[in-house]
T-cell receptor, first 111, second 111 residues
Framework: DVKVTQSSRYLVKRTGEKVFLECVQDMDHENMFWYRQDPGLGLRLIYFSYDVKMKEKGDIPEGYSVSREKKERFSLILESASTNQTSMYLC??????????FGSGTRLTVV | GENVEQHPSTLSVQEGDSAVIKCTYSDSASNYFPWYKQELGKGPQLIIDIRSNVGEKKDQRIAVTLNKTAKHFSLHITETQPEDSAVYFCAGGTSYGKLTFGQGTILTVHP
């Protein structure tokens, strides 16, 4: 089975901190995605990557950046965390022949 | 870009009844429509998907229908069981690229 592993299930950070959310997949998928999930809003795409060192903005990239130095790892960075970034963050990977597989999510609280 | 609307936001049924969740999409270029089930504390998991060259697909108690002309697709669950209780998301996009998700439906199956 494809596995997508997010490094933390729960995180509590202070306003203004720089926050790193890590995601690793083990199936050599080309594509990786970061979504945030909020009640009533579904999943909204923050950033995605179709290849190493490539990144593209999704629908809500403001306040976020990403890094993909290796094919299996896709990091989401909150440059200066704010309370409105309190949310569930979901990482996913996919390939041309295999649909999305999601990680279990990281619930981030910014206080 | 793509816009996916999902209804209803909550759905309550008795065990054994059928449940139907509907989604509409806006982008004619979308050709892949997956459905995900998210249980408490877990990431979304793919339960069924349909591509634009197919009108209907079944997998045991679950079926999905697609009407390309009207740009809508639906999830049908028959003979519902308490373990079907979860949040369900529809999505539209390309099979391995960006997916746009609906807002989610909380399905509750009462024993």
């Amino acid at each position: 089975d494809v596995k997508v592993t997010q490094s933390s299930r729960y995180l509590v950070k202070r306003t203004g901190e720089k926050v790193f959310l890590e995601c690793v997949q083990d199936m050599d998928h080309e594509n990786m995605f970061w979504y945030r999930q909020d009640p009533g809003l579904g999943l909204r795409l923050i950033y995605f990557s179709y290849d190493v060192k490539m990144k593209e903005k999704g629908d809500i990239p403001e306040g976020y950046s990403v890094s993909r130095e290796k094919k299996e790892r896709f990091s989401l960075i909150l440059e200066s965390a704010s309370t409105n970034q309190t949310s569930m963050y979901l990482c996913a990977s996919s390939s041309s022949s295999y649909g999305y597989t999601f990680g279990s999510g990281t619930r981030l609280t910014v206080v | 870009g793509e816009n996916v609307e999902q209804h209803p936001s909550t759905l309550s049924v008795q065990e054994g009844d059928s449940a139907v969740i509907k989604c509409t999409y806006s982008d004619s270029a979308s050709n892949y429509f997956p459905w995900y089930k998210q249980e408490l504390g877990k990431g979304p998991q793919l339960i069924i998907d349909i591509r634009s060259n197919v009108g209907e697909k079944k997998d045991q108690r679950i079926a999905v229908t697609l009407n390309k002309t009207a740009k809508h697709f639906s999830l049908h669950i028959t003979e519902t069981q308490p373990e079907d209780s979860a949040v369900y998301f529809c999505a539209g996009g390309t099979s391995y690229g960006k997916l746009t998700f609906g807002q989610g439906t909380i399905l509750t199956v009462h024993p």
